[in-house]
């Protein structure tokens, strides 16, 4: 789970989508697949116990796979925003907050 973030190359300059967790971003992978990119929101980031919180769960879900479910790439740190990132393999179709 301890990607670094130069493995993946620059994401999308304007979030694709924001809401209370942060904005979530298109990007490409090293090895050429899409991914989607989450930068928690500054609220989330400060709390003191978030990274590690957030680094616990993602080890607990490296493991799980479902056709359903977007799989978990890695959890960094962006040391000059301080905002905590969130890779997962991006999933095509419509969000659920749009259809409701």
Request: glycine share 4%; proline share 3%.
């Amino acid at each position: 789970m301890n990607l670094a973030l130069a493995e993946f190359l620059t994401p999308q300059a304007q979030p694709n989508f924001t809401d209370g967790f942060g904005e979530r971003r298109q990007a490409i992978g090293a090895r050429n697949e899409r991914l989607e990119l989450l930068r928690l929101s500054s609220t989330l980031s400060a709390i003191p116990t978030m990274e590690a919180a957030l680094r616990d769960r993602a080890a607990r879900l490296s493991e799980f796979r479902h056709e359903s479910f977007a799989r978990l790439r890695a959890v960094d740190v962006d040391t000059s925003a301080g905002a905590l990132l969130v890779y997962s393999d991006h999933v095509s179709g419509v969000r659920l907050s749009s259809l409701l």
